[in-house]
Structure formats: structure tokens, C-alpha cells
């Protein structure tokens, strides 16, 4: 079982539309979730941390559930600039900041 | 703003033989990580290193070593290239806020 798990996608999103995707992971001992943004053939980039009372950075949300060890992402009212391979990543618990991510889940928004 | 840079964006090397890719940053970073990314799999750990002349095994070191002789530089070396080492490789830093890494632009290495 991969330790961080998400939906491949894709999520095909008309523009202005709303769309929402979860991961899930196993590490119990994880203290630190995050949300990474990958575009097509580039490095991923931190797009927002994830705190457990939920926060919103513009258009985006996103949420922790402990006690199921989920973390969701909701992209409101989408561009087409938001198209891109959103990355869920944890922290290992270790001291080190090492992080483990997900394999990513493919957004497509489209005209 | 922080700048991860690596040495090639895309490499052809040939079964056998040694691969050196090579990672500077410039914010003075103390940890530096280096990873392949393969589809379906997501980001895999190979090595990380937390200061000079320090490393630590990731989860697939096999065929790879490392070496941190400045802090600003890592290098990522295939001792003997093997086809199935054929995989996109970023390299991180983490600053003072240890759990945002900064990502260099990837070498797309290809091994025939």
C-alpha cells in the first residue's frame, strides 16, 4: 500500500467550475500536509499548507481530517491556469523534514 | 528568491557508465534531497543530505551514491547506469522553514 494515495485523475473541469479531490495516507505519526503544484514538465512548487482547522488561500481550500488521515483540495471558480498535477506530500515524522508525496492527481480545465 | 539549479535539463548516457548530475543552491540551505520521479509512482527518496560532507539513505539508493563537499552543492552519482535508472531526477533544499522544499527544474536522464 503506497503511503500517500490520490486519484490520477483526470478531472476534467469546464472553466469557472469547481472541483475538489482528496489523497489519503498512512502514516499516523505525520504532523505537516501539504498541497504541491506540478505543471507539465516542470518542478513541483509548494502551492499551500494544510492546517487542521482547514484554510483558504484565494481559491483554494483545503482540509484535514485526522481521524480518517485524509486531506482534500477544492479549487473554486477555475482557470484554465490552474490545469496542472496537484501533488499531496506529508511529513514523515521524522526530524529530518523529509517528505513523502503522492504520485499526483491530473486537473484539466478547459473552455 | 531561492534558486535550485541543475546541471543538465536532459542527458543520453549509454548501460554502464557513470552519471554524474549535479545540484547547487544559492539561500544556503542546510538540507538538500534528491530525487526520481517515474509515472505512477510519484517522487521517490534516493538521498538526502542534512550538512557538508553528511548523507543519509533515502528509500531507493540502490545503484546511487552521493557526495556534499559544499553546502551549496549535491551531487547525485550512478556509479553503473542501467536502463531502468531511465527517470526524471529533482533535486531540493529546505530552508528555515523545513517542510518547503524548493525544487530544481529536474534532469530527464535516459539510459540506452
Known amino acids: 500500500r503506497k503511503e500517500v494515495e490520490q486519484d490520477p485523475g483526470p478531472f476534467n473541469v469546464p472553466e469557472g467550475a469547481t472541483v475538489a479531490f482528496n489523497c489519503t495516507y498512512s502514516n499516523s505519526a505525520s504532523q505537516s500536509f501539504f498541497w504541491y503544484r506540478q505543471d507539465c514538465r516542470k518542478e513541483p512548487k509548494l502551492l499551500m499548507s494544510v492546517y487542521s482547522s482547514g484554510n483558504e488561500d484565494g481559491r483554494f481550500t483545503a482540509q484535514l481530517n485526522r481521524a480518517s488521515q485524509y486531506i482534500s483540495l477544492l479549487i473554486r471558480d477555475s482557470k484554465l491556469s490552474d490545469s496542472a498535477t496537484y501533488l499531496c506530500?506529508?511529513?514523515?515524522?521524522?526530524?529530518?523534514?523529509?517528505?513523502?508525496f503522492g504520485a499526483g492527481t491530473q486537473v484539466v480545465v478547459t473552455p | 528568491d531561492v534558486k535550485v539549479t541543475q546541471s543538465s535539463r536532459y542527458l543520453v548516457k549509454r548501460t554502464g557508465e557513470k552519471v554524474f548530475l549535479e545540484c547547487v543552491q544559492d539561500?544556503?540551505?542546510?538540507?538538500m534531497f534528491w530525487y526520481r520521479q517515474d509515472p505512477g509512482l510519484g517522487l521517490r527518496l534516493i538521498y538526502f543530505?542534512?550538512?557538508?560532507?553528511?548523507?543519509e539513505k533515502g528509500d531507493i539508493p540502490e545503484g546511487y551514491s552521493v557526495s556534499r563537499e559544499k553546502k551549496e552543492r549535491f551531487s547525485l552519482i550512478l556509479e553503473s547506469a542501467s536502463t531502468n535508472q531511465t527517470s526524471m531526477y529533482l533535486c531540493?533544499?529546505?530552508?528555515?522553514?523545513?517542510?518547503?522544499?524548493?525544487f530544481g527544474p529536474g534532469t530527464r536522464l535516459t539510459v540506452t
Open positions: 543530505s542534512y550538512d557538508v560532507k553528511m548523507k
Open positions: 539561500m544556503d540551505h542546510e538540507n
Open positions: 506530500v506529508v511529513n514523515r515524522g521524522d526530524s529530518w523534514g523529509k517528505l513523502q
Open positions: 531540493a533544499s529546505t530552508g528555515p522553514v523545513p517542510y518547503e522544499q524548493y
